[in-house]
């Protein structure tokens, strides 16, 4: 896979002058998809002149799935993790199709996928294109568990704000829920790896499953592997 069209980051709310230049001037990104809810998007960063492209990956979720997440991870963290992120990857349709269209029809336009992480919705989608090009799963997953090391800086902050954002309202979560939540855990993207595969069996299947033809599948991996 090309080394420089692709990228992914925790959101940019607080990003500074060293930052925007780094994405707008040295990495030279030409759109950034948002895919945090919409309770949590805040005002664009005026510091960042790139296009952003607000894109809920699952629009808010609901009380419910997130007190039986929270209730259930402590116990089997991994497990949990894993269907937290195959219920991100069917409720993110039109999201995942969206960024795979565009990349589809702009060669050479290096996009900025994020989240509030950049570790699970921007993980699932990050996971999901390495899928579809035929990356092994060691390498995936390799990718994935980065995030463990690249948001140790921001886990404080990160915490009291999820526990402040709308939906957590009312939610019982546990010291140790909390902490393995904000856990890149090469287990659950192994589970999560070995669903894709049972599921699409190769990445021409699952780019199907979102309504893409094979002359789709050909653009979009060339577009993300050749030098053009």
């Not at 950049?118 to 994935?144: A, P, Q």
């Not at 050909?218 to 993300?224: F, R, S």
Request: aromatic share 8%.
């Amino acid at each position: 896979m090309r080394k420089d069209v692709i990228y992914r980051s925790a959101n940019l709310d607080s990003i500074g002058r060293p930052g925007a230049h780094l994405l707008q001037e040295t990495l030279g990104i030409k759109t950034i998809f948002d895919l945090r809810s919409t309770v949590e998007q805040e005002q664009k960063n005026p510091l960042l002149k790139i296009p952003v492209v607000p894109l809920p990956a699952v629009a808010n979720p609901d009380h419910r799935s997130i007190q039986a997440y929270f209730g259930n991870i402590s116990e089997s963290p991994a497990e949990s993790v894993a269907h937290l992120y195959i219920h991100i990857l069917k409720n993110s349709v039109a999201c995942f199709q969206t960024i795979l269209k565009y990349i589809r029809d702009n060669p050479s336009q290096p996009v900025l996928v994020h989240c509030e992480l950049g570790k699970d919705r921007t993980g699932v989608f990050i996971s999901l294109l390495l899928f579809v090009l035929g990356v092994c799963d060691t390498d995936i997953i390799y990718d994935y568990a980065l995030s463990q090391d690249e948001i140790k800086d921001i886990i404080h902050e990160r915490r009291a704000k999820l526990l402040q954002t709308s939906f957590m309202s009312g939610v019982s979560i546990s010291q140790s829920a909390l902490d393995y939540h904000f856990m890149a855990l090469p287990g659950s993207m192994r589970l999560f790896l070995s669903y894709l595969q049972d599921t699409y069996q190769d990445g021409r299947g699952c780019l199907s499953s979102l309504g893409f033809s094979d002359v789709d599948y050909d653009t979009i991996y060339d577009n993300l592997t050749q030098e053009l």
